[in-house]
């Protein structure tokens, strides 16, 4: 029932940004999680940012890779989740999918290319 539609990959040369968007449609219930993964070819899918919602509170992370670069937040109807990314790198190049973690059910968007150059 859940549907998870990512939006605003493109190509984009190192140094610059892009912002991801994260559309959840569907049932989601009180304490949940959204993330960005992503996975180069050949590489194992990582996680790369997530945030937690509980109640009015949100709880951010990030993999040590990306501090300081990018920013995960949610809009004021915690159904979507943005990535905004700067001083973009080309080790950045992957397919970025969206996640939702919800009472022990967990839902996957298709993906969206992020692709770098140097």
């Known amino acids: 029932q859940v549907q998870l539609v990512e939006s605003g990959g493109g190509l984009v040369q190192a140094g610059g940004s892009l912002r991801l968007s994260c559309a959840a449609s569907?049932?989601?219930?009180?304490?949940?999680?959204m993330a960005w993964y992503r996975q180069a070819p050949g590489k194992q899918r990582e996680v790369v940012a997530r945030?937690?919602?509980?109640?009015?509170?949100?709880?951010?992370n990030y993999a040590d890779s990306v501090k300081g670069r990018f920013t995960i937040s949610r809009d004021n109807a915690k159904n979507t989740v943005y990535l905004q990314m700067n001083s973009l790198k080309p080790e950045d190049t992957a397919v970025y999918y969206c996640h939702l973690g919800n009472y022990g059910l967990e839902y996957w968007g298709q993906g969206t290319q992020v692709t770098v150059s140097s």
């Open positions: 945030i937690t919602s509980s109640g009015s509170t949100n709880y951010a």
């Open positions: 569907g049932s989601i219930f009180g304490i949940n999680t």
